[in-house]
């Protein structure tokens, strides 16, 4: 892992938001009906921060234990005691893995008597944002292999001849907006490949009529995460596309509804119960960013106390999840932004103690994108010390599949969007490779491998482009399948790659 700026603490992650680059109509013909999720945001408002009335994250006193689970200061009878005393009703108890609880109460006493009590370590509203999104292109009906270019760019075909092309027992977490379980491009001998028993609705834990959407984890609010999960596990059927790891196991984690809302309680209990059920790796395409500074939530300030507990809460998470063997893997956003010396829409620095989450997050591998030649995206961010890895994400105009990517999209379509959104599961889909060729075979049948050994794999069998080493644009380079699953760590530097114009700047 990249040293991080030396003020953090652990890791910090994010509101959960999925950003879609606005597309034009494809060309091609359309295989399923509008869903509902091309309606384009506009309102300046609508993006801002949304407190959720009456609902509060949070966060207790106490530490982590070796085993990763969380001790707090006070008992459980007295923590209990203070929330009634406050007023409050607790609604999702997530203290014994992070020391998190989701509190209701109507009392507006209810934050400020938390705060003074030396049980508890911070708390804040949970909230709402509003995510940055514009039409989709039509699906088309007859997507072709030989359009992923993607693919091609990282090796997947050469890996999956090398190796298995992934195990059934690695699993990947895709916390978004769920994931269309029965597309066909998910199915094999009559068997989806998505496994919609252990998928998860986070967003259950939100009050009555907030959240808008289905429920079933297996039914996309949108179209965002069945595109991600195409990317990192659509099965070599003869039919469609092929993601990086065919073979997978994909769970559909929901923390978004259909409006285009990402929420906060949803994000953390998503992320913790992926370190329950011990997934291999966690994909996070979530974010918020495109729009004015102080307008939005990209960057999550610790100086906000709102902020700050949610900041709280998903560090504590990540770092649970992460001692339950969980790799995770996060988009690093679409502002073309220097995380390391991030401004303001005026040009002016933005604080250090303002932060992108979960990209910057402290043990989650952030992954910057790049086009179809490798050169860095023009909306990609980008910075030392956030920048792990870079993988394939688009880089062109609106709908081009020759220059964005190929992936599924709910009712048996495909859809061509570019985006870190879409570098992240590329890399996700990588590092479940590496899962299912160097992981141990635990008692329980399920593939076991420290999260370090797998970001350190991932980055030492990268290939090395921009300048030599490590830098700000691509990180440790582009990763690649093939010297991932054969632990090919030698030197490699492709020449032919384009500068990055940020160097000069």
Known sequence: ???????????????????????????????????????????????????????????????????????ASGSTSAISALIASAGGTVVNNLSRQIGVLTVQSASPLFAKVLSASPLVDSVGNDF???????????????????????????RTEQAHATTQAGLPSVDVGVLDSGIDGRHPDFQKGGVSNVDCARGRNSLAALPPGVAIGTPDPCTDNQYHGTHVAGTIGARANGIGMVGVAPNVTLVPVKVCDTTGYCYASPVVDGITYSGDMKFDVINMSFFVDDNEFQESTEFKCASDPIQRTFRHAV?????????????????????????????????????????????????????????????KAFYSNYGVGMNDVSAPGGSGSSGNCATTILSTFPGGGYICIQGTSMASPHAAGVAALIVSQFGRLGPDGDMKMP????????????????????????????????????????????????????YAE
Request: glycine share 8%; proline share 9%.
């Open 1 to 71: 892992m990249i040293k991080r700026s030396p003020w953090r603490t652990a890791g910090l992650a994010t509101v959960g938001l999925s950003v879609i680059i606005a597309l034009a109509p494809a060309t091609q013909s359309v295989a399923a009906p509008s869903t509902g999720a091309e309606t384009a945001v506009s309102s300046t408002q609508d993006q801002e921060l949304r407190p959720i009335a009456g609902r509060y994250i949070v966060t207790l006193a106490g530490a982590t234990a070796p085993d990763g689970t969380f001790l």
């Open 128 to 154: 709402a944002v509003r995510m940055y999104e514009n039409p989709a292109p039509e699906p088309s009906a007859d997507p072709l292999e030989p359009q992923q270019w993607d693919m091609r760019q990282i």
């Open 315 to 375: 560090e504590r998470a990540i770092q649970y999840a992460r001692s339950q063997g969980v790799t995770p893997v996060a988009a690093l956003g679409n502002s073309d932004q220097d995380l390391a010396h991030p401004v303001d829409a005026s040009g002016q620095p933005i604080s250090n103690e303002c932060e992108v989450v979960p990209a910057e997050t402290q043990g989650v591998i952030g992954t910057s994108s790049l086009g179809p030649a490798s050169e």
């Open 451 to 502: 999260p370090q050994s797998v970001e350190a794999l991932l980055q030492s069998t990268s290939v090395d482009i921009g300048l030599p080493g490590y830098d700000e644009c691509f990180g440790h380079g582009r990763i690649d399948a093939l010297r991932a699953v054969t632990g090919d760590t030698s030197q490699a530097y492709d020449p032919t790659a384009p500068s990055c114009p940020e």
